[in-house]
């Protein structure tokens, strides 16, 4: 790491309770002060760095040689939805990619048929949701639904007969209701979100840590104004191969890294953004409690920060959305809060992001 990273670095595990007789030097010649950048919202945040890490790759920076760090594995996905639309393919360690999870793929598939009433792939995964229906009834109802012979574009009172349970018909209300009523997509993922929670329940053992991903979905909703566009970006699949390879030759493919730090041990780039480096998130409220806990999440940064050979970013949105919540100002990560304009720059992202 150069100088000025080690500087910093230097400064986070200076302010342990418990002291390391820890103070890395280097031979390195002179480089760039880090940078902190508070960014309005989170979706400022990861436009950002999608556009830093373009800029990088133009100056001659692989991507293999820059990853993105963080503390949970959800506190990329916003980031990951504008890594697709941009087409920068990456890999990621330490957590399953955000469209990848079958939770989120149950939630998108209502939204899906509430847009195009026939989506018979989405139709059948809603259907196989509900207890008592398998695949050969959920052929059945795709099969009258192919013959028109109802559809969520009508009442469901005026089609579903009694051969269909009322948990069919409260399915077909709900997609009525979607289809027919809140323009806004939060809105109409709010709808689906009450009817899915206990299907959800029903279906994942492990829900309780599955549902935080369906919490920053519907976050991630509230970036939208048209319904198309939000399912348009959410149906793109990550990226497998580099298009920003120019030279077109049979060098490795180059991938961005998104992991958590856990996973980064042991690892260096070039260039290493951290991301989300909140009070609360980074370090996580539950260490709040414990002196030991909290010293962990000082030695995470730690590490996270001497993961950077030549730059190093990190970045924490100003404000945070939550669908309980509404819209909280968020304060930076204590073990940033103290770090002064000598060892780092600070940056403000306004609404030119």
Do not use: C
């Amino acid at each position: 790491s150069t100088p000025q990273i080690l500087d910093l670095t230097n400064h986070i595990i200076a302010h342990a309770i418990e002291k390391y007789p820890k103070h890395l030097y280097t031979r390195r010649e002179n480089g760039e002060l880090p940078a902190i950048i508070s960014a309005t919202t989170e979706n400022m945040q990861s436009k950002f760095i999608v556009d830093r890490i373009l800029e990088l790759r133009e100056e001659g920076v692989p991507l293999n040689e820059i990853a993105v760090l963080f503390r949970s594995s959800y506190f990329s996905f916003d980031l990951e939805i504008e890594l697709n639309k941009a087409n920068v393919p990456y890999v990621k360690f330490g957590g399953i990619k955000f469209i990848e999870a079958a939770h989120v793929k149950d939630l998108l598939a209502f939204l899906r048929i509430a847009s195009n009433p026939k989506d018979f792939v989405s139709w059948y995964r809603v259907l196989l949701l509900h207890e008592g229906i398998g695949p050969k009834k959920a052929q059945q109802i795709l099969d009258e639904i192919s013959l028109f012979r109802f559809s969520n574009e009508s009442k469901p009172e005026e089609e579903i007969g009694k051969k269909y349970s009322e948990r069919i018909y409260n399915l077909f209300k709900v997609l009525n209701d979607l289809y027919t009523k809140h323009p806004l997509p939060a809105e109409k993922a709010e709808i689906a979100m009450e009817y899915y929670e206990p299907l959800f329940i029903q279906k994942y053992d492990d829900f309780n840590k599955r549902k935080k991903d369906l919490e920053i979905l519907m976050n991630i909703s509230q970036n939208y104004k048209s319904m198309d566009s939000f399912l348009s970006d959410m149906a793109l699949e990550p990226p497998s191969d580099s298009v920003v390879d120019i030279e077109g030759s049979d060098k490795e493919k180059e991938f961005l890294t998104l992991s958590t730090i856990h996973s980064a041990k042991g690892l260096e780039w070039h260039t290493v953004f951290i991301i989300h480096a909140v009070e609360g998130f980074f370090p996580s409220s539950q260490s709040f409690n414990s002196t030991e806990t909290l010293e962990e999440e000082r030695r995470l940064m730690y590490v996270a920060a001497t993961r950077a050979k030549q730059n190093l970013y990190i970045s924490y949105p100003m404000n945070i959305f939550d669908r309980y919540q509404g819209v909280t100002y968020s304060k930076p990560s204590r073990f940033i809060d103290t770090i002064t304009e000598e060892l780092a720059e600070e940056w403000l992202l306004e609404d030119e992001y």
